[in-house]
């Protein structure tokens, strides 16, 4: 009895030192995050789809809170998500004005070559002597 008490006593001692450890580790090497990446990942619609050029929306949310990145990226988002975004950084987001493009002209349908009739165009015979 003796042989399996001691080793799963010095298991138990040994586990709950590590589970010590391991939760002190957490708390001192802990990330802080930002609460506006945060908020403004919330309100990401979570597509993933890298049109903003960052990879996925998480990238997206730390490029505008920490780098400065445009806040009209999102384009499945739409104005809706740049306006919240706006409102989280705090300033005011003016979206881009997307002109139409003009008018494009008809264009002219060019008939289809016509056979040629007649008789063929053939060289003449000096030429023919002259280049031989």
């Given at each position: 009895m003796e042989a399996?008490?001691?080793?799963?006593v010095v298991m138990?001692?040994?586990g709950v030192l590590m589970g010590l450890f391991l939760a002190y580790a957490s708390k001192k090497f802990e990330v802080e995050k930002d609460p506006k990446v945060e908020a403004i990942l919330?309100?990401?619609?979570?597509?993933?789809c890298g049109a903003c050029g960052?990879?996925?929306c998480?990238?997206?949310?730390?490029?505008?809170?920490?780098?400065?990145?445009?806040?009209?990226?999102?384009?499945?988002?739409?104005?809706?998500?740049?306006?919240?975004?706006g409102e989280i950084m705090g300033v005011e987001v003016e979206m881009p004005?997307?002109?139409?493009?003009?008018?494009?002209k008809p264009v002219e349908k060019k008939e289809a070559p016509k056979a040629q009739t007649g008789e063929?165009?053939?060289a003449s015979a000096?030429?023919?002597?002259k280049n031989k």
């Open positions: 399996i008490l001691i080793p799963v138990g001692i040994t919330a309100i990401l619609p979570g597509v993933n960052y990879p996925g998480s990238g997206y949310a730390t490029g505008v809170a920490q780098e400065g990145a445009k806040m009209t990226l999102c384009a499945p988002g739409g104005p809706k998500v740049a306006g919240k975004i004005v997307k002109k139409k493009p003009a008018a494009k063929p165009i053939t000096e030429f023919i002597e």
